[in-house]
C-alpha cells in the first residue's frame, strides 16, 4: 500500500488513517498481519526518498510539461525522483508484492487555471509507467486506488472537474487498472476549527480509511484467504453506491429529471436525510450556466426524482458534486 499526495495525504499519516487502512484490509482478506500482511510506503519530511510532500502541486513539482506544452510529454522532476528512490529502496520481497497506490493528490493543482482531463490523465499515465516499472511490475499487479478530488478549499471549479473526470476515465480503462476508491465530498475539511478549510481533521481521515480499505480489499480479492469477509462475499464488499443510468424530463415539470439508477451492490436507495432531500450537490450544466438542486424524493428502488431552480433541458450536463463539490448541512459539516 503505496501512499501518494500532497498535506491531506501526509495528514494521513499523522493521523494514523493509512495504518488503520492497512489492519482493515488484512482483516477483510484473512490476513494474519504477520505471516500474511500489508505493507504501507509512506514517507515525508525525508531529505528526497519521500511518496507525499505537503504543498506541491503533481503538474508542476512532480511532473512538469515539457518546454511547457503538456503535449510534448512530460519532465520527471526531483520530487517525482524521490518518490522512484523511495520504492527502489524497499526491501526486495516488498518490491515484489502486488501494490496498491493510494492516490490523494489533487489540492495544490485544482487551484490552476486551465487543468484539463487529458493533460491530468497523460500525466498519470507517464507517472504509473515509473512507478510500475520501479516495483518490477505491471498495471496487472499495480493498481491505482484515486481518492476522489478532495474539496479543497481553494480549488477552481472546472480544474477540479477536470481532475475527478480524469480519475473516472482511468477508472474506466481496464488496461490502466485503477478505481475510484474513495468519494470525498462529504469530509468536514476542519483541521484548522472551520468547516470546508484546506485539511482535513482526524474524523475525515478515519472515514477514508474506511473506504480506503474496503476498496483496497476488494481490488486484491483474488488473494482473499478462505473464510475472510471477502472470500465470503464473493470478492464484493465494497458498494459504489447508485450510479445513474438515465436522465428523463418530466411532463409538464420543465424544472424536475426522474433518475434512473444501478447498483453494483445495493437494491435501493438508503432513506434520505434532510440535507439529501434538498436536492444538494445536484446540478446541472449548460453553455450559459447552472441550475441547482432544491429538492430530491425516492419513486422507488430505481428512480429520483430531482427538482432544480429553474427549468433543465435534453442538451445540459448532468453532475453531482460538480467541480469544489463539497456537500454540506446547514451547520456546515459534511
Known sequence: MLLRGQSNAVLLDYFGAIWQAQ???????????????????????????????????????????????????WDIGNLEQGLLAAINAQPADVKADPTGVVWLHN????????VTAAEWES?????????RAAFGQDAATVPYLFVNAIPYSNARNESNQA?????????????????????????DMNLGGNYGDAH????????????????????FAAYAKP??????????????????????????????????????????FSPLDAVAASGAGWSVHTAGGEAQGTAAQI???????VTFDHAVSAGDTLFYGYGYGRISGPDGTG
Open 299 to 305: 419513486l422507488d428502488g430505481n428512480h429520483l426524482l
Open 23 to 73: 489492519t482493515e484490509a488484512e482483516r477483510l482478506l484473512g490476513f494474519d498481519g504477520v505471516n500474511d500482511k500489508i505493507n504501507v510506503i509512506s514517507s515525508y519530511g525525508q531529505d528526497t526518498a519521500n511518496t507525499m510532500n505537503s504543498g506541491t502541486a503533481f503538474l508542476k513539482d512532480w511532473l512538469s510539461p515539457h518546454n511547457g506544452n503538456w503535449q510534448q510529454g
Open 227 to 268: 473464510g475472510s469477509p471477502v472470500a465470503n462475499a464473493g470478492g464484493q464488499i465494497d458498494d459504489l453506491g447508485p450510479q445513474v443510468v438515465k436522465a428523463d424530463s418530466v411532463a409538464g415539470h420543465p424544472d424536475q429529471l426522474q433518475l434512473t439508477v444501478t447498483y453494483d451492490a445495493a437494491s435501493h
Open 107 to 114: 489540492e495544490y493543482d485544482s487551484a490552476q487555471q486551465g
Open 163 to 187: 481532475i475527478k473526470q480524469g480519475m473516472a476515465d482511468l477508472a474506466r480503462d481496464p488496461s490502466f487498472h485503477a478505481t475510484i476508491a474513495a468519494q470525498a465530498d462529504d469530509l
Open 200 to 219: 482535513m481533521g482526524a474524523q475525515d481521515a478515519a472515514t477514508l480509511a474506511h473506504r480506503i480499505a474496503v476498496s483496497f480489499a476488494q481490488t
Open 123 to 131: 500525466a498519470v499515465r507517464l507517472d504509473a509507467a515509473h512507478v
